[in-house]
């Protein structure tokens, strides 16, 4: 008659002469094997196994470094020469090596910062309504030198800047008009200022835009 063994209890009706444990044991080292496998994977190793090709292998060119980085970066968008220099500064490309890039680069015509002071301008302008003043901060904050800065805002037209604030205050106008005229006067005026238009040409802007509307404005200049 076979005995029947309660659940629960395997280790007490074990077959006589038969230890239990080392079929425990080797049940736990095979859940522990998979459970390592389960926890490598998905992690990146932190690099090539010493003594593998890979280990072997020389350090990358720094120059061709800074050729790729260049190009990536020129692939984006237009960079000045100035920005480019600080990302290769940033990878600590050697600065000779960066100065040799830069220079050829500059010599196959990917780097123009003068074409990219005047696209700047003439996209920011029409973009953005900017005026000169923050338009030459904007160049100069990428690197820019004056020269070219300058160059580059004086190429706008001062009635095209002029047109420009106009249309900026007749867009903000309306959302004005149930302020008072003094208070109406300052937010159109801290609009323009944030857009780089000097005092004088934003007063008289508002000025004619408030009294097409019949609004009485003030000389002086709040």
């Not at 080797?26 to 690099?47: Q, Y």
């Not at 790729?68 to 500064?89: D, V, Y």
Request: aromatic share 4%; with cysteine; charged share 35%.
């Amino acid at each position: 008659m076979v005995e029947e063994r309660p659940a629960g209890e395997a280790g007490f009706w074990a077959t006589p002469g038969v230890d239990p444990v080392p079929e425990e044991k080797a049940r736990k080292e095979r859940k522990g094997r998979r459970s390592g496998r389960k926890a490598g994977r998905g992690r990146l190793p932190d690099g090539p196994d010493a003594g593998s090709g890979a280990a072997a292998a020389p350090p990358a060119d720094p120059e061709a470094v800074a050729r790729a980085i260049c190009l990536r970066l020129l692939t984006m968008a237009p960079k000045t020469r100035a920005q480019l220099a600080e990302a290769l500064r940033k990878r600590e490309v050697p600065d000779e090596v960066a100065e040799s890039v830069l220079d050829r680069f500059t010599e196959l015509g990917f780097i123009n910062d003068e074409a990219f002071a005047e696209a700047w301008v003439d996209s920011r302008h029409h973009g953005r309504g900017l005026a000169k003043r923050a338009l030459a901060n904007e160049l100069r904050h990428r690197g820019v030198d004056q020269e070219t800065v300058k160059e580059a805002v004086e190429r706008l037209d001062p009635d095209q800047e002029l047109e420009t604030a106009r249309r900026l205050v007749e867009r903000k106008l309306p959302a004005t008009r149930s302020l008072d005229p003094k208070v109406r006067t300052r937010r159109l005026a801290g609009m323009l200022a944030r857009k780089g238009y000097p005092p004088g040409l934003s007063f008289r802007v508002i000025r004619e835009a408030l009294e097409q509307e019949g609004v009485e404005v003030e000389d002086e200049y709040p």
